[in-house]
């Protein structure tokens, strides 16, 4: 039987190989792409093994769940968050993270704002938008966002990197594409609206990363084509 670590080390080799394919057929550089390694549910001795491949950068989405891993772990790995922000918890979190994916209102990025003031820090943060308008998932309908990410982007100590999100779920990869072209069309039109740059689209995990790459992506979230199937649901499947 294959040593687990073998496994997930080689898991990240061909990970990281067909971000690299899907890089070249559409002429970009793999340098412009991250792989957030989806670690939720997963142990930290899985992660030490991630961490002995040469992988530093993380998600996780359950401040609980991540706050003893990150305690054992190196302090020169990266960690994003990926799941719902819950705001009772952000002071714990904004120190231990150094982006948040998902911030999906307003109100939630004031929030952060008021936080990160007192805390003396300037998070990172990825908008989500509910790109397919699904009842089922949060985030700015494309309308909403055109018209509140002016205030947002006035909040002084949030860095906003970008746009994520979810797509639909479809049958094949491909079906995500023209949703992740939709996210990269309203990022270049936010751009162009409040004329400052928003470099990065959080899209992309295991089943159709190579498609949001191809795409435009620059952080894709990709757990179980690393360390196997999870056993079960978590916050939205975020990554």
């Known amino acids: 039987m294959p040593d687990p670590s073998d496994i997930i080390a080689a898991n990240l080799s061909r990970v990281k190989v067909r971000i690299a394919g899907a890089c070249r057929r559409s002429g970009r550089d793999p340098a412009g792409v991250e792989l957030i390694a989806v670690s939720k549910t997963i142990p930290a001795d899985a992660l030490r093994e991630a961490v002995e491949a040469g992988h530093a950068l993380f998600g996780e989405s359950r401040l609980q769940e991540a706050e003893p891993k990150i305690a054992l772990l190196p302090g020169s790995l990266r960690w994003h968050f990926i799941g719902r922000v819950q705001r009772n918890k952000v002071r714990r979190m904004l120190p231990m993270f150094e982006a948040i994916h998902g911030v999906d209102s307003l109100r939630l990025a004031e929030y952060l704002n008021g936080v990160a003031a007192e805390l003396g820090l300037f998070p990172k943060i990825f908008l989500q938008v509910n790109i397919g308008g699904e009842q089922t998932k949060g ?3 494309p309308e909403e966002i055109m018209r509140e990410a002016g205030e947002i982007l006035a909040l002084p100590r949030l860095e906003v990197m970008g746009l994520m999100c979810i797509p639909p779920a479809g049958r094949v990869a491909e079906d995500a594409r023209p949703w992740f072209a939709a996210l990269r069309g309203l990022r270049d039109d936010l751009e162009k609206k409040y004329s400052t740059p928003l470099p990065s689209l959080s899209m ?24 196997g199937a999870r056993a079960y649901r978590v916050d939205g499947e975020l990554g």
């Open 139 to 141: 985030g700015f309908e």
């Open 204 to 227: 992309g995990m295991s089943g159709d990363f190579e498609v949001a790459v191809e795409e435009g992506a620059t952080h894709v979230r990709v757990g179980s084509s690393i360390f």
